[in-house]
Every structure is written in structure tokens, then in C-alpha cells.
């Protein structure tokens, strides 16, 4: 419907980087581009101090190990493949937001593991001792809500005392927008400076516009990092080398990612101002790359109104049952197509 609109669709749906791929990082791929022989899946030495700096700078965690930093194809392999790699199996349980990117659901069933969806451990009951694997994800995707220090610890010392791994999902930690600060799960005030059990996820592709080249990593407990190397090496799960050069130096200049942050922060406000004058509500969304917006009725007719106005968005019920009154509105469009968004509300 919405592509049927004489003027052409404006496509709000999928969270998909659009500006170009900074110089700086199309330079590092392709001065790495004679790469004969076989990758290290371990990344090179100077890729795991990069990760392990990036953390100390951007996110205020000094002393991650770089032996617990592993490069990944991109972060959805590893959601999607982490419970299988940790060995969790049939009888496990994985808690995940319960609103949701929907890997971590996909991971858990790969696992024939049983996922569950769950904000608060308290109503897990029973079964928490048959809890695996947590997954957080904060800043979320697709509400935009933060966690703040005090409740990543509580998870943290829940998972700890019935052994549990927790693994957090941060790959838009660096657009913060309406909040003071995005704590990592790393953070010394959430896990009292000790990374036993935790795994970090961050991705480069929305940071550094580079979704095209699949460049990610984890980073945490040394152990649980190298039982992670020990399969991926011999299933081949390894990131190209050019690739692994990419990311080393997106994520050691702080300068591109301060020029794209300002793209988005600018098309936040226009596509917020539209929202708002047709009368949404935009509940969390500090943070991230969509607006969590509602119009009090169900996500299908906010779809269906949009729609009719040539604009296209995702309804929250693909995100868990409580996302059915939302609809998740991307904020990764052109300047042209967000500014002709306020038009088509107007
Ligand atoms: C919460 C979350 N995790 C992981 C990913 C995967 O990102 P990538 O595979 O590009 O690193 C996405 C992508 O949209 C996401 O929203």
C-alpha cells in the first residue's frame, strides 16, 4: 500500500544504515586487501587492544582483557549462535527482553533450548534454576529504553548466584540521546570489576555505517571467550581479514562516529516533531535508532494509516505480544525522505 503512493514510499521499517561508509574505514579494507593466507578467527593482537581501548574510552570500562575479545561476522550470527555455542540445550532455559529483537528467540530454538521472555527475574519462579543464559539489551531495539547501573547489577548478581551467563547486546551504545549515560554490562559499577560470566555485544554497523561488511565482537570473561574461539575456529566462524582491519580502525576514530551520531540526532528531531503534531505518543526512545511510538489503538491500524500515507513502519507486535500498540519507526532514512515524512503526517 504504502509503495502504491504517488509520491513513492518512505520506508521507516528496517533499521538499516544509509549514509556512506566513512573514508576512513573503505581506506583500512582496502590497504588489507592482499589477504592470502587464512584469518585469525581469534582477530589479531592489534584488533583485541583496539576493542579493549575502545571500551576504557567510549564506555567508561578500563580493563577488559583483549585474550576475551573475539571478532564476530557481524553481531546477529553470535545472537543467534551463542546459546548453541555455549552448549546450552534441550531443558535450558534463555531469558530475553520481552519485547524484543527477535534473534535472541531464534538462538534459544536453534539451541532446542526454550526461550523466555521476561523483563524481571522475579517471575521466573521456579524454573530459575534451569536459567542459562540472559540476554539484556540495552540500548533496546526496538523501544530505545536504557537500563541504568543499578538494575544491570541486579542481573548481574541474580545470573551469578544460579550460574547463569549474562550476555548484553549494546550495538547502539553510541547514540544515547535523552540520557545521561549507556552503562555497559562491563561497567566496574555493575559487576564490581570483575567480567566472570558477562559477555558484551557491540557491532559496527550502525556506528560506522558498515552493516555491508559484517563487523562485530564480544568481549568479557577470557573463559567463556575462549570456549566461544574453540568452536568457531573449527566451524570456520571467522571474520575476513580486510574486514578485521575495518573494524580496528572504526572503532579507534572517535570522529566519524561523531559525525553520524549528528545525522541521526538531526533526523531524531524531525521525525519526532512529525510524530508528535499527528498526535503519536513516543514512550522510551532515549536512546537508538527508531522511535517506540503509539496512537493508542492497535499496532496493525497504525500501520495500515501510515501505510495509506506512502510511509512504512514495523508494528510492535513483530517484537513480543506487549509491542502490540506500538509501531517502530526507524530514524535510518535520508535527510529527503525524513523531511517528506513531516509532510505526508502534516
Ligand atoms: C539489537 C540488535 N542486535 C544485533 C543486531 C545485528 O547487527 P549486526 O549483525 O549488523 O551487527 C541488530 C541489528 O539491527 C540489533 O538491532
Not at 200 to 223: C, E, I, M, T, W
Not at 231 to 251: C, D, N, S, Y
Not at 280 to 302: I, K, M, N, P, Q
Amino acid at each position: 500500500m504504502a509503495r502504491a503512493h504517488p509520491d513513492g514510499i518512505v520506508d521507516l521499517s528496517i533499521g538499516t544504515p544509509v549514509d556512506p561508509t566513512p573514508a576512513v574505514v573503505r581506506a583500512a579494507l582496502e590497504a588489507a586487501s592482499d589477504a592470502p593466507g587464512y584469518p585469525q578467527t581469534w582477530g589479531t593482537p592489534a584488533l583485541r587492544e583496539a576493542v579493549a581501548a575502545w571500551f576504557a574510552r567510549r564506555r567508561g570500562v578500563p580493563g577488559v582483557d583483549p585474550d576475551g575479545v573475539l571478532p564476530t561476522i557481524g553481531s546477529k550470527e553470535l545472537v543467534a549462535w551463542l546459546p548453541t555455542l555455549l552448549g546450552v540445550g534441550p531443558g535450558d532455559l534463555v531469558v530475553h527482553p520481552e519485547i524484543a529483537y527477535p534473534t535472541y528467540d531464534v538462538g534459544a530454538r536453534l539451541a532446542g533450548a526454550t526461550p523466555v521472555p521476561a523483563d524481571g527475574t522475579a517471575q521466573l519462579g521456579p524454573a530459575a534454576g534451569r536459567v542459562r543464559l540472559v540476554w539484556l539489551n540495552s540500548p533496546s531495539n526496538p523501544t530505545g529504553r536504557v537500563l541504568g547501573v543499578e538494575h544491570l547489577a541486579k542481573v548481574v548478581a541474580w545470573a551469578r548466584r544460579h550460574g547463569a551467563v549474562v550476555a548484553s547486546d549494546e550495538c547502539y551504545a553510541e547514540l544515547g540521546w535523552d540520557v545521561e549515560e549507556v552503562p555497559s554490562v562491563l561497567d566496574p559499577r555493575v559487576c564490581g570489576g570483575s567480567h566472570d560470566g558477562l559477555l558484551a555485544v557491540y557491532s559496527a554497523s550502525k556506528q560506522s555505517n558498515l552493516a555491508g561488511y559484517r563487523a562485530a565482537f564480544v568481549a568479557g570473561d577470557p573463559a567463556l571467550v575462549r570456549g566461544l574461539l574453540e568452536v568457531r575456529k573449527h566451524a570456520g566462524m571467522i571474520v575476513p581479514r580486510p574486514v578485521q582491519e575495518a573494524l580496528r580502525v572504526a572503532i579507534s576514530d572517535d570522529a566519524h562516529v561523531a559525525e553520524q551520531r549528528e545525522r541521526y540526532r538531526a533526523r531524531r528531531t524531525v521525525v519526532q516533531r512529525a510524530l508528535d503534531a499527528a498526535g503519536f505518543r513516543v514512550d522510551h526512545s532515549e536512546a537508538g535508532l527508531y522511535l517506540w511510538a503509539t496512537r493508542g489503538e492497535g499496532c496493525w491500524d497504525t500501520v495500515r494509516g501510515l501505510a495509506e500515507r506512502g510511509v512504512l513502519v514495523a508494528p510492535g507486535e513483530f517484537y513480543g505480544a506487549a509491542g502490540a500498540r506500538h509501531v517502530r519507526v526507524a530514524l535510518t532514512a535520508s535527510d529527503a525522505a525524513v523531511t517528506s515524512l513531516a509532510a505526508r503526517l502534516a
